[in-house]
């Protein structure tokens, strides 16, 4: 499973979402917001999610595989 960090209306956000469906490639979305302000239920699913928006100079979307090892 995949999990989507984004922002509505972003088109590279849209356009991933697109790809995965027509790929059959199941995952979850999350906002991007969750990254900003972090909520009281993160998991290492967020964690590792900023790590790689940290890495990524702060450009969204962000893909995270749920087989991250953290």
Do not use: H, Q, T
């Amino acid at each position: 499973m995949k999990y989507i960090f984004g922002e509505n209306g972003c088109p590279k956000y849209v356009n991933l979402k697109k790809e995965y469906k027509k790929c059959n490639i199941e995952f979850v979305e999350r906002s991007i917001y969750r990254l900003k302000n972090p909520p009281e239920d993160r998991d290492s699913i967020d964690v590792a999610a900023f790590s790689i928006l940290c890495e990524n100079s702060m450009k969204s979307p962000v893909v995270v595989d749920d087989e991250i090892d953290i």
